[in-house]
């Protein structure tokens, strides 16, 4: 059961831009860390970016200066900016939220695994055309 909602995904160029974004309004849980992960076909489900109720933000390698993860949480949403696209991008990308910091984990503050998260989005797609 889909408790967020994303939205902003599409086809681009290489070198494009997109923003993705997720909206917690159905999420019944106080939310802690909020994420977004990518599948990309034949691929497991990888955490891009993660952004906590304090702001800290961490992020995959392969997008760190590329994308900025940010929150309004007076809407309870998140969002995704994505800069530079290559087609190494192209993926179904998810927003999830959690209502707990990173199991066993002091830095970074919200994990990159899946089996963390308790609320899902339907997906977004990104293509990236070469």
């Known amino acids: 059961q889909e408790q967020l909602v994303e939205s902003g995904g599409g086809s681009v160029q290489a070198g494009g831009s997109l923003r993705l974004s997720c909206a917690a309004s159905r999420y019944t849980n106080s939310v802690y860390c909020m994420g977004w992960f990518r599948q990309a076909p034949g691929k497991v489900r990888e955490g891009v970016a993660t952004i906590d109720i304090d702001g800290y933000t961490n992020y995959t390698n392969s997008v760190k200066g590329r994308f900025t993860i940010s929150k309004d949480a007076a809407k309870n949403n998140w969002y995704l900016e994505m800069n530079s696209l290559s087609p190494e991008d192209t993926a179904m990308y998810y927003c999830?939220?959690?209502?707990?910091?990173?199991?066993?984990?002091?830095?970074?503050?919200?994990?990159?695994?899946?089996?963390?998260?308790?609320?899902w989005g339907q997906g977004t797609q990104v293509t990236v055309s070469s």
């Open positions: 999830a939220a959690s209502s707990h910091p990173a199991l066993g984990s002091i830095e970074p503050r919200c994990s990159d695994k899946q089996y963390e998260y308790n609320g």
